[in-house]
């Protein structure tokens, strides 16, 4: 297999970075904007993820361009005793996408949550704005054949995270209103 070049970034803990953190919150309301709307519709609601991605049990990871801004950040919650960890959130600055920092952040998280027990790593990741042809459907009775069928529309990020080595393992109809449903994926990740 091709060896990928290696990202311009370094990985660390966002908890030891005071400044970053803020420019972790405006990127998640920037981030989201388009097709999310109502995730972090501002700076505020975006200043409390980042607080409560810093508890002590939680991971938060950040990538620093050279120049030691900030090019994305990722987080992690432990469920399930800690044998599964949920990923959350995950965001890239638009300048800074499809030059493998995204990769680089959840393999990074895979890592750390492994070497605490992990054995999955998994996530949600809705379709609020037709997205998929999961969207605006009615789902039901056969909810896993449409999942086991789904094609991407406009670049949704499950297409993101399979090339990361996700599988599909659930949707959650309805989840975000009637046709806005929650994808569900996840990956080994422990020994
Ligand atoms: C999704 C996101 C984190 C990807 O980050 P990125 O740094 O651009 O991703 P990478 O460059 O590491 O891409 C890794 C691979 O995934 C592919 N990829 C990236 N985004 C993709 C998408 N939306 N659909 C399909 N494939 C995608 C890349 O082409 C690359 O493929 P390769 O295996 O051929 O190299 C970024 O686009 C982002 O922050 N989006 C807005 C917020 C968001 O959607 N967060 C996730 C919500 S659950």
């Known amino acids: 297999m091709a060896s990928r070049t290696p990202p311009p970034c370094t990985l660390t803990d966002l908890a030891a970075l005071p400044?970053?953190?803020?420019?972790?919150?405006?990127?998640?309301?920037?981030?989201?904007?388009?097709?999310?709307?109502?995730?972090?519709?501002?700076?505020?609601?975006?200043?409390?993820?980042v607080a409560g991605m810093l508890a002590a049990e939680r991971l938060a990871r950040a990538a620093l361009a050279p120049d030691g801004t900030l090019l994305g950040w990722i987080g992690g919650i432990p469920e399930y005793d800690g044998l599964v960890w949920e990923l959350h959130p995950l965001v890239v600055r638009a300048d800074g996408r499809g030059?493998?920092?995204g990769r680089a952040l959840v393999a990074d998280?895979?890592?750390?949550?492994?070497?605490?027990?992990?054995?999955?790593?998994?996530?949600?990741?809705?379709?609020?704005?037709?997205?998929?042809?999961?969207?605006?459907?009615?789902?039901?009775?056969?909810?896993l054949g449409a999942l086991a069928a789904i094609q991407d529309r406009k670049g949704h990020p499950f297409g993101f995270y399979r090339r990361c080595g996700f599988s599909l393992i659930g949707v959650i109809p309805d989840a975000n209103g009637r046709g806005k449903p929650d994808i569900l994926m996840g990956k080994r990740i422990g020994k």
């Open 19 to 49: 400044a970053a953190q803020e420019a972790a919150a405006a990127l998640l309301v920037e981030g989201f904007r388009d097709h999310w709307p109502d995730a972090w519709p501002d700076l505020d609601s975006a200043r409390q993820e």
């Open 99 to 101: 030059q493998g920092v």
């Open 109 to 143: 998280l895979e890592t750390l949550c492994a070497a605490r027990g992990g054995l999955t790593l998994m996530l949600g990741t809705d379709d609020e704005d037709g997205m998929t042809t999961l969207a605006g459907a009615d789902l039901y009775p056969d909810v």
